[in-house]
Nanobody, 122 residues
């Protein structure tokens, strides 16, 4: 059974940085593409960053230059470094794994975490 567990969300101020962590257990992490999604109140869940099994990365336009996704296959861990946070970044952030290994659109992820709340205040 594959489990995905995110952590690191909290209340921060605009302009601050925050790093989210996602640990995957029970699967072949090194073969997965990993994605970070977010869902704000009243909005659909959206993919904001992803990293393929090759290390190739993708970012949604609104976070380019501010967010960075990285992974360590030895630790079954993926991170989302978020800098210059804006109030519009407030959302529940979800980590997900795609067995296909590649970054595809629309996204098709197989395993999901429970989410971690990021709140950015003014």
């Amino acid at each position: 059974q594959v489990r995905v567990l995110e952590s690191g969300g909290r209340l921060v101020q605009a302009g601050d940085s925050l790093k989210l962590t996602c640990v995957v257990s029970g699967g072949t992490f090194e073969r997965y593409a990993m994605g970070w999604f977010r869902q704000a109140p009243g909005r659909e869940r959206e993919l904001v960053a992803a990293i393929a099994w090759t290390g190739y990365t993708w970012y949604e336009d609104s976070v380019k230059g501010r967010f960075a996704v990285s992974r360590d296959n030895a630790k079954n861990t993926v991170w989302l470094q978020m800098n210059a946070l804006e109030t519009e970044d407030t959302a529940v952030y979800y980590c997900a794994a795609d067995r296909g290994g590649q970054i595809v659109h629309p996204p098709n992820y197989d395993y999901w975490g429970q989410g971690t709340q990021v709140t950015v205040s003014t």
